[in-house]
């Protein structure tokens, strides 16, 4: 994957001695020290990381760990006090203010908690704020490309509004229809959806999930909220007091988190909404029957039998799931003279993979055996037992300590 | 300049007072009463006096020249008001009402200013009316900028405000003197005091108004790549125009309250009229002239407030 966005050992100072506190730090002071000695706060410290062309990558902390300074940095909103910072093969930390402004004007925009519209102007010039700062093109190309903007968003027909005649979640549509007017390379977006109330936060989610899909646009998304981050970024980042303590992929961030910080962010998280069945698919302690052409009916019998088990799962040479039998029909099947085929169990069902743990409670409660988890391609991938699942929906409430 | 010798012995005088003073007030000095010393222990009154003395014969050719586009404007006005025949003025400021305003503005501008004519006020309220909108011009053009400038930095503010206190505390008889010695008395001295009155909230609320925009409309506006003048243009100035206009409002009613001060040093008008009255013990004229500021007064607030308010919507 190419790399979009490169953070190379960035560190921001707040307060009026940032050389002091660099020259503390490196000698090892800790952040506290260098608060009470001198009075600077360490906003982020020494931050680094890539973000990849495409992906939606979320920066995830809770208040005062610095992820909306670290934002900030990626477009000098605030100006870091040391590191780089790559744009493809520009460091931004570099630029002079003119090359920042045409960076501004052209690469990245950015969408903000508050909305942030300017309430002197319609909707529409708004949206055709950046177009209009840049000067560059005609006005009717430049209404053009805001209703264009407008329309990606569904509110063409809101063009002539004013933004405070709109309603939150229509405010923020046009906060990202501003945002995507100059199309930009990268879009930063600054908790975006945190004002908004959940049942809109969620359709602006699959809103921008939508328009992703269609643009391939690199993303920065700052949040506190573990179920979107979890539900929107391709990758997550972590900050904690100033410091990037994991960067991964959501599974890896739920299934190894880096710290009891990480951790602590699954407390009170609803997992069962995250967390789906390949997450928790086991493939040891059971019964694998590969059914070839002379897999018969006392074979498999036989197996379970060795195995203690009172059901096996039937696969095929290429581990495409076939279904479930038990020692029981296994055994009906024999005294009728038939084939294995007809000692497959109808239930229970084998789970979709992508299917989150909240569907399939039901599903594994009332099944005679733990169900079977299939791929998209019909491949077998594990099963889901009672135990499995109660272990998994605990992580939520227990005590990561 | 025998003005100048005239002062001149003085200053001498002045001296040699001061010398006597301490002379004989050192010995009898008597620290339970510091500050019965007659003329003070600080003489600030004959410091001013000597370094007005000093100053304005110098001064005086520069604020001539200061003083000529002032003249030129206030005269045009002036000639303008009084070249258009009344009923184009009346019906003018009305539509300029309903343009701004509402209509029951609009109807009562007109009333108002029939009655300015009908009272036999009609040609001392155009002078007044040139008067104010120069100062308004001047305010706006000295004060815009000002305002703007002390928006950006604390450390202007600090400097500035403690002088704008002063133009507004002061007692306009204090810089009536000076003015008029380096002025001359008139039209032009008129407009220089009402500006120094009225100028400060044009000042002040510009500056207000640029800080009240919200830091995050500024950071959004910042994000999307505005260089310093396209913020102050697109985005600050429009979200400070109610504020601003609200000192401008401020700017013109100061300016006409001014105006009775102004006749003082022989500026003609409505204020000139009211003096008379005074002087005369003329009941009757004080009146006229009072009443046709009141309605300059209330036509001209009502229509400057809505052009604000309407802003604002």
């Not at chain 1, 660099?22 to 600077?40: A, P, Y």
């Not at chain 1, 229509?170 to 995507?180: F, I």
């Not at chain 2, 008001?81 to 501008?109: C, D, E, M, N, Y």
């Amino acid at each position: 994957m190419k790399t979009k966005l490169s953070v190379q050992n960035v560190y921001k100072i707040f307060g009026k001695h940032p050389k002091k506190a660099m020259s503390l730090l490196e000698r090892g002071k800790s952040k506290d020290d260098i608060f009470s000695s001198i009075g600077q706060t360490v906003g982020v410290n020494d931050a680094s990381f890539d973000i990849y062309e495409g992906e939606i990558f979320v920066i995830m902390g809770l208040s005062g760990s610095g992820k909306s300074t670290m934002v900030r940095m990626l477009n000098r909103l605030i100006e870091p006090t040391k590191g780089k910072i790559f744009l493809d093969d520009v460091d931004i930390a570099q630029l002079n203010d003119e090359e920042l402004r045409q960076i501004r004007l052209h690469k990245i925009s950015m969408v903000f908690q508050s909305f942030a519209l300017m309430p002197h102007l319609s909707v529409r010039d708004n949206v055709a704020f950046g177009l209009d700062l840049a000067g560059e093109v005609s006005e009717t190309e430049r209404i053009e490309r805001a209703n264009a903007a407008l329309d990606r968003v569904g509110l063409l027909a809101n063009g002539d509004s004013l933004p405070k005649e709109l309603s939150g979640g229509m405010q923020q549509r046009v906060g990202l229809a501003r945002a995507l007017c100059i199309n930009p390379d990268v879009l930063l977006m600054d908790e975006a959806f945190s004002a908004l109330d959940p049942l809109i936060r969620t359709e602006m989610q699959d809103e921008l999930l939508r328009l992703q899909a269609e643009d391939k646009r690199t993303i920065v998304f700052i949040s506190h909220d573990l179920d979107e981050a979890v539900r929107i970024g391709d990758r997550i980042a972590i900050m904690q007091d100033g410091d990037v303590v994991q960067v991964g992929t959501p599974d890896e961030i739920i299934n190894q988190p880096a710290n009891d910080y990480v951790r602590s962010f699954f407390r009170g998280v609803d997992v069962s909404t995250i967390l789906t069945a390949k997450d928790v698919a086991r493939r040891k302690q059971q019964t694998l029957i590969k059914k070839t052409s002379d897999t018969g009916l006392s074979t498999s019998l036989q197996l379970l039998k060795d195995n203690d088990r009172d059901f096996g799962y039937v696969v095929d040479a290429s581990n495409h799931y076939i279904g479930v039998v038990s020692i029981d029909s296994l055994k009906q099947a024999q005294s009728k003279q038939q084939s294995l085929e007809h000692a497959l169990l109808k239930q229970p069902h084998a789970i979709d993979a992508d299917t989150p743990l909240g569907d399939l409670i039901s599903d594994v409660a009332q099944a005679p055996c733990s169900p079977a988890v299939i791929n998209d391609q019909g491949k077998f991938l594990g099963i889901i037992s009672k135990t499995i699942l109660l272990e998994a929906l605990d992580r939520q409430t227990g005590d990561p300590l | 300049m025998s003005q100048d010798n005239a002062w001149g012995a003085q200053q001498e005088t002045d001296a040699s007072y001061l010398a006597d003073k301490s002379q004989v007030t050192e010995p009898s000095f008597d620290w339970t009463e510091p500050f019965t010393v007659d003329g003070g222990i600080i003489p600030l009154d004959d410091l001013v006096d000597a370094t007005i003395n000093a100053v304005v014969p110098v001064l005086r050719p520069i604020f001539q020249v200061i003083a000529e586009p002032i003249a030129w404007i206030l005269n045009g006005i002036e000639a303008l008001l009084l070249w258009i025949p009344a009923p184009f003025i009346i019906v003018a400021l009305a539509l300029l009402a309903l343009k701004f305003s509402t209509r029951a503005i609009a109807i009562g501008s007109f009333v108002g200013l029939l009655s300015i004519g009908l009272i036999g006020a009609w040609d001392a309220a155009m002078t007044t009316l040139s008067l104010v909108i120069t100062s308004l011009f001047f305010c706006i053009i000295i004060g815009l900028p000002m305002g703007i400038w002390l928006s950006r930095s604390d450390k202007a503010v600090s400097i500035v405000r403690p002088i704008l206190d002063a133009m507004q505390t002061t007692p306009a008889f204090v810089y009536l003197i000076p003015i008029v010695m380096v002025f001359s008395p008139g039209k032009v001295a008129g407009v220089i005091v009402t500006i120094i009155f009225a100028v400060p909230p044009v000042i002040r609320l510009t500056n207000l108004g640029i800080r009240q925009v919200p830091a995050d409309l500024i950071e959004a506006a910042k994000a999307f790549g505005t260089s310093p003048r396209q913020l102050l243009f697109k985005v600050q100035l429009p979200l400070a125009l109610p504020t601003i206009m609200a000192g401008v409002n401020q700017t013109l009613m100061l300016g006409l309250s001014m105006v009775v001060i102004a006749s003082m040093i022989a500026v003609p008008g409505l204020g000139l009229m009211v003096l008379q009255g005074i002087g005369r013990n003329d009941i009757g004229i004080a009146t006229v002239g009072g009443l046709g500021i009141v309605i300059l007064a209330i036509i001209l607030d009502r229509i400057t407030q809505h052009i604000g308010s309407k802003q604002h919507k």
